[in-house]
């Protein structure tokens, strides 16, 4: 019998956790870093190799999707307003869980103290200034800790710590208010293009591409159409065939990020988990609310008729189609049936709004970034500021535009996430083990989402006929 692709990724998984305990038993960790972990990061990096052109193409592909400005604008304005609405109470509510429960807190000191050394060091190579002020690596007393956890020597350990550049230095001091914003518009897109740390400029630049791809008449923006397409079907598939080697790559990874955290003690193993067990339990709550609160509380608001019985029991085939294949794509024909016969919304908006909820609407992605992003500083002892958190608002809500919509796309996104605050995205190996499960719970939010602007969107524009007895009277027609 063959295996679908999310049963072999489990196990690749759950091999690589069995390995990296075996391996911290027997002491093997400097096996596994040696000739395991290596691959994880060849995994890494080609999930970053194909971030960056995959929002471009997808930001602009779904934009210029919006058709004509001129027919089509009031009810796109209103539709990419609701999307972008969702997703930031999304960001929000996962902001403030994380910063509630702290999850990541909850690992013991010490193995948060060690991950905090580890961070400085990357830091220090990576030419990045340390988060929050707090520097380890110059306390005397941790020196000795960071020389264990490395090769590096006392004076290669200083020199690791001095990041700041005078030129950093100058730029901070001498930034106005608003220098976000200039931040934010490129010069060189090509530059921009050439390092992730730049993508609100290539997500301003799609943007941009996208709407005036609109304002052009149809024979001349149809070529580049086509070429947009076209190239964001190639990236796409470059990340299945990706997926299709990701069972093996997530048992490197897994075990190789294991192995580095918890060396040859088996008993930091179990404290990883114990983490990762509070980290998902935020996450889901969060999805959680999202589905049985947030979008119930906007149809209460927007659309009275639809009880929220009916709501749900209009959107369940669609939900759990949504859950058993991660993917908000290939339950879009279900869901436009559900919404267009259950819910009673027109054609002529399903057919709009639901394609472009499908490219740009991931608000259980986005909330599952915020969390994962400020769990995992927590979990490296770094204090992120507020300023830091709006930015992870900020970016999350724009990467989810370019978020494709196909199962673990949202890990490409969480890179994205990741850099755009200063941290390492090769923690994403740390929270891998239980993103699968986690894929599928935020896909049904993603897909609950959509239902519901498609529902308040048919509302405002008179395009909603709910008949609350139209299930009953299929059921008892002779």
């Not at 692709?5 to 069995?18: A, D, E, F």
């Not at 996208?210 to 086509?226: Q, T």
């Not at 986690?438 to 909603?464: Q, Y």
């Amino acid at each position: 019998m063959k295996l679908a692709l999310h049963w072999k990724i489990i196990i690749g998984l759950l091999l690589g956790v069995v390995w990296a305990i075996v391996s911290s038993k027997m002491g093997w960790s400097a096996f596994t870093l040696n000739w395991i972990a290596p691959f994880g990061t060849i995994f890494i990096n080609l999930l970053k190799l194909i971030a960056v052109p995959l929002v471009l193409f997808s930001i602009i592909s779904g934009v210029a999707g919006l058709g004509d400005p001129k027919s089509l604008g009031r009810m796109g304005l209103k539709t990419l307003v609701f999307y972008f609405t969702t997703t930031l109470l999304a960001v929000s509510l996962g902001l403030l869980l994380v910063n509630s429960l702290q999850p990541g807190k909850l690992i013991d000191e010490q193995s948060r103290i060690d991950n905090r050394i580890r961070y400085e060091l990357w830091a220090g190579n990576e030419g990045l200034e340390v988060k929050d002020g707090t520097n380890y690596l110059q306390d005397p007393t941790f020196v000795e800790r960071a020389q264990q956890l490395t090769s590096l020597s006392k004076d290669a350990l200083q020199d690791a710590t001095v990041t700041e550049k005078i030129e950093t230095a100058d730029k901070t001091k001498n930034a106005g208010p608003i220098q976000f914003l200039i931040d934010i518009v490129p010069t060189n897109i090509f530059m921009s293009l050439n390092d992730n740390g730049l993508m609100l400029q290539v997500i301003f630049f799609a943007l941009f591409f996208g709407i005036s791809m609109l304002f052009i008449p149809d024979e001349k923006s149809n070529p580049v159409k086509h070429f947009v397409d076209g190239a964001m079907e190639v990236f796409l598939k470059m990340v299945d065939i990706i997926m299709q080697a990701s069972p093996f790559f997530v048992f490197a990874l897994l075990a190789g990020v294991i192995s580095k955290m918890a060396g040859d003690d088996l008993g930091k193993v179990l404290e990883i988990f114990k983490g990762l067990s509070w980290y998902s339990l935020t996450v889901f709550l969060g999805l959680v609310l999202m589905i049985f609160a947030v979008y119930p509380l906007i149809l209460k608001l927007f659309v009275k008729a639809i009880s929220y019985t009916g709501f749900f029991k209009g959107m369940s085939p669609a939900q759990t189609l949504a859950f058993s294949t991660s993917s908000s794509a290939a339950t879009l024909p279900v869901t436009m049936e559900c919404v267009e016969d259950n819910l009673g919304v027109d054609k002529k908006v399903t057919s709009f709004v639901l394609p472009i909820g499908a490219t740009v609407n991931m608000d259980g992605t986005s909330l599952y970034q915020a969390v994962a992003v400020v769990f995992l500083a927590q979990l490296h002892m770094i204090d992120l500021t507020l300023g830091q958190q709006l930015t992870i608002v900020l970016t999350a809500t724009l990467a989810s535009i370019g978020s494709a919509a196909v199962p673990s796309a949202g890990l490409v996104m969480l890179i994205i996430v990741l850099q755009s605050v200063g941290l390492n995205p090769a923690w994403i190996g740390i929270i891998l083990p239980v993103d699968r499960i986690l894929d599928m719970c935020r896909t049904v939010v993603n897909v609950t989402g959509d239902a519901t602007v498609s529902t308040v969107i048919a509302k405002g524009e008179g395009l909603l006929q709910y008949n609350p007895h139209v299930d009953e009277e299929e059921t008892f027609a002779p």
